[in-house]
């Protein structure tokens, strides 16, 4: 039996909330220069092209498997990308995806329990905002590079 909850933000704001953040998140790729997207690190941390790796296998195909209650194994990194515009392009291609399968979303659905990628069994709004907070976490990496490499990123707030 599916149950309703009280709402305190509607689906299409959560999904306007996700999307502002995805499209700063696009505005960082594109502010990188090519060679330090995919090289640059401090401190043992990850390129840029690696979280967005991570991004690209947990957004589209965690809410894919969300919608269609198909549990994948996660799978970061399998496409070989090369190119800063490959990534862009895959970023796009996502995000589009994301807005087709948040129409599939029932209401009902995010109070539901999903088992995310095979790890993570928690109900399907927690699952949708840690897609949000990861993504928040590794642009905050992304702005040290930055900022590290004298680019001035965006505010974070111009979503």
Do not use: C
């Not at 299409?12 to 990188?32: P, S, V, Y």
């Not at 220069?33 to 589209?60: H, N, Q, T, W, Y």
């Not at 195909?61 to 198909?70: A, E, K, Q, W």
């Not at 994301?98 to 659905?109: S, T, V, Y």
Request: proline residues 4%; negative net charge.
């Amino acid at each position: 039996m599916k149950t309703l909850a009280a709402q305190v933000i509607t689906s299409e704001d959560l999904l306007k909330h996700w999307q502002g953040h995805r499209a700063l998140t696009r505005r960082l790729i594109e502010l990188f220069p090519e060679k330090d997207f995919f090289e640059f690190s401090i401190g043992g941390m990850r390129p840029f092209s690696k979280l967005v790796d991570e991004l690209l296998a947990i957004a589209a195909p965690g809410l894919r498997g969300i919608v269609n209650r198909d549990v994948q194994p996660f799978d970061e990194g399998s496409e070989k990308l090369i190119f800063k515009a490959q990534y862009l392009q895959k970023w796009d291609e996502s995000t589009a995806e994301i807005n087709q399968l948040w129409e599939k979303l029932a209401i009902e659905d995010f109070n539901e329990t999903f088992n995310l990628f095979g790890q993570y069994e928690f109900p399907v709004i927690h699952n949708i905002l840690y897609f949000i907070d990861n993504e928040v976490h590794h642009r905050g990496q992304a702005y040290v590079y930055l900022r590290a490499l004298n680019i001035e990123p965006p505010f974070f707030w111009e979503r």
